[in-house]
């Protein structure tokens, strides 16, 4: 397990050697931080049969065929697709109404529950309300504000926090990856984020996306592909948009470059803090909270034409 979540499956640990773990959990927290794992040792936890102080015990035939991934009585949508529509909820919920074919009970993993429609959602109730036999539940989200009011009342909720930066920075370099700081706070201290960033290239990405946004009044004919660019990745992209707004507002406020985000831009930051005025930043700053609200996964929306709107104030 992920080193900075053993706390957290301590503290699971502890409400289930209580007696307190119910049947439903909502496991909150960043993209990146492996929640996934938590929601597995949990699964596994429910499913084992020779349970060692509330651990599963990882010998049992239950153990092995969940490490194997062919545990009958495990259910789990994944995060493919924009969304998750409600023939997925109704096909888990109907398992979870089966006999379990190992007899200890029965386990549904939703990942990225924030992205369920509100049809899902609410054929999700009925079984958060009354589960058949030995059933867990265990939803996953990022945002629990997208999730209905409904749904909260009904889950148990844990928070995995992100962990510390000299953790993420150590648990990075034992993985023969070498990162700054500044990285790390690019990718809000998500560990798996960060490794996937610089694995991928996105330093690279970041660095082109963001001086060809700051060059745009200079070049407007490139707008129409610059917003089809950042619609490529929405919860990638705009994160950077937001901090590049932020460090030119810092410049703007004679901050040095030690205190930016993103200080290997400081010459186009500079530039672009030049060339709008502090009024024109923050609007663009509010502007774009509300494009990333309109254009959250699952919406039925076409972001290439919001971000269209929004490039078309820097011109």
């Given at each position: 397990?992920?080193?900075?979540l053993?706390?957290q499956?301590?503290?699971?640990?502890?409400?289930?050697?209580?007696?307190?773990?119910?049947h439903a959990?909502?496991?909150?927290g960043?993209?990146?931080?492996g929640k996934?794992?938590l929601?597995?040792?949990?699964?596994q936890?429910?499913?084992?049969?020779?349970?060692?102080?509330?651990?599963?015990?990882?010998?049992c035939h239950?153990?092995?065929l969940?490490?194997?991934g062919?545990?009958?009585?495990?259910g789990?949508?994944?995060?493919?697709?924009?969304?998750?529509?409600?023939?997925?909820?109704?096909?888990?919920c109907?398992r979870?109404?089966?006999?379990?074919?190992?007899?200890r009970?029965k386990v549904?993993?939703i990942e990225?529950?924030?992205?369920m429609t509100e049809?899902?959602?609410?054929?999700?109730?009925?079984?958060l309300?009354?589960?058949?036999?030995?059933?867990?539940i265990?939803?996953l989200?990022s945002?629990?504000?997208?999730l209905?009011p409904t749904?909260?009342?009904?889950?148990?909720?844990?928070?995995?926090?992100?962990?510390?930066?000299?953790?993420t920075l150590r648990?990075?370099e034992?993985?023969g990856?070498?990162?700054?700081?500044?990285q790390v706070?690019?990718?809000?201290?998500a560990?798996?984020r960060v490794k996937?960033?610089?694995?991928e290239?996105g330093?690279?990405?970041?660095?082109?996306?963001?001086?060809?946004?700051?060059?745009?009044?200079?070049?407007?004919?490139?707008?129409p592909?610059?917003?089809?660019?950042?619609a490529?990745?929405?919860?990638?992209h705009?994160p950077w948009?937001q901090?590049?707004?932020?460090?030119a507002l810092?410049?703007?406020?004679?901050c040095?470059?030690?205190q930016l985000?993103?200080?290997?831009l400081v010459?186009?930051?500079?530039?672009?803090?030049?060339?709008?005025?502090s009024e024109?930043l923050?609007?663009?700053?509010?502007?774009?909270?509300?494009v990333?609200?309109?254009?959250q996964?699952?919406?039925?929306v076409?972001?290439?034409?919001?971000?269209?709107?929004w490039l078309?104030?820097?011109?």
């Open positions: 397990m992920y080193p900075w053993i706390p499956w301590h503290s699971l640990l502890d409400v289930a050697r209580a007696g307190r773990l119910g959990w909502l496991l909150l960043d993209e990146g931080l996934e794992q929601a597995d040792a949990l699964a936890r429910h499913l084992c049969q020779q349970l060692q102080d509330e651990n599963p015990c990882g010998h239950a153990c092995q969940m490490a194997k062919h545990h009958p009585d495990l789990r949508v994944s995060r493919e697709g924009k969304s998750i529509g409600v023939d997925q909820i109704r096909t888990l109907q979870l109404g089966e006999s379990p074919q190992l007899g009970g549904v993993i990225q529950a924030q992205r049809a899902a959602a609410n054929a999700l109730l009925k079984t309300e009354e589960p058949a036999g030995n059933s867990l265990l939803l989200a945002q629990s504000s997208r209905l749904i909260l009342s009904r889950c148990n909720k844990h928070l995995c926090p992100i962990p510390p930066e000299s953790l648990w990075l034992e993985q990856i070498r990162a700054t700081p500044s706070r690019l990718c809000q201290g560990p798996l996937a960033y610089l694995e290239g330093d690279d990405e970041r660095r082109s996306l963001l001086e060809q946004l700051c060059r745009l009044s200079l070049h407007p004919v490139e707008l592909a610059l917003a089809s660019r950042i490529t990745d929405l919860e990638r705009l948009l901090l590049l707004i932020g460090d810092k410049l703007q406020a004679h040095t470059s030690d985000a993103m200080p290997d010459t186009p930051l500079s530039e672009l803090a030049e060339r709008h005025s024109q923050l609007h663009a700053q509010e502007t774009l909270l509300r990333r609200e309109t254009c996964p699952g919406q039925l076409n972001p290439t034409i919001h971000l269209h709107k078309g104030h820097w011109l």
